[in-house]
């Protein structure tokens, strides 16, 4: 069992930053596939980046080349988030599955066994 807890949202207005955090409640270096989801009102949730225990990292076409996925210590997770854009709106989530998943699983939120309780990014034109 592993608990994690999100903080670092807020709102910014197009072309902002804002980092996310993901603290568990233990170690998960190399215990788990770690990744970022987010979702919005009435739509499915969002695999968004990845990182696996190798440090392999992956993301959704929509985020390449802006948001960066890293694990920066034993038990955090964080994700640098820039050049926001307001559809980038949405409530993040962290969630750790499995140790091996090959790319395509590794974003599908069905993989994931522990979540946190997700941080509100809210981003303006």
């Known amino acids: 069992q592993v608990q994690l807890v999100e903080s670092g949202g807020g709102s910014v207005q197009t072309g902002g930053s804002l980092r996310l955090y993901c603290v568990a409640s233990r170690s998960i270096y190399n215990q788990y596939c770690l990744a970022w989801f987010r979702q919005v009102q009435g739509k499915e949730r969002e695999g968004v980046a990845t990182?696996?225990?190798?440090?392999?990292t992956s993301y959704a076409d929509s985020v390449k080349g802006r948001f960066t996925i890293s694990q920066d210590n034993a038990n955090t997770l964080t994700l640098s988030m820039n050049s926001l854009k307001p559809e980038d709106t949405a409530m993040y989530y962290c969630?750790?599955?499995?140790?091996?998943?090959?790319?395509?699983?590794?974003?599908?939120?069905?993989?994931?066994?522990?979540w946190g309780q997700g941080t509100q990014v809210t981003v303006s034109s």
């Open positions: 969630a750790a599955g499995r140790r091996w998943m090959t790319a395509i699983q590794a974003l599908a939120a069905s993989q994931y066994n522990y």
């Open positions: 990182i696996g225990i190798d440090g392999t």
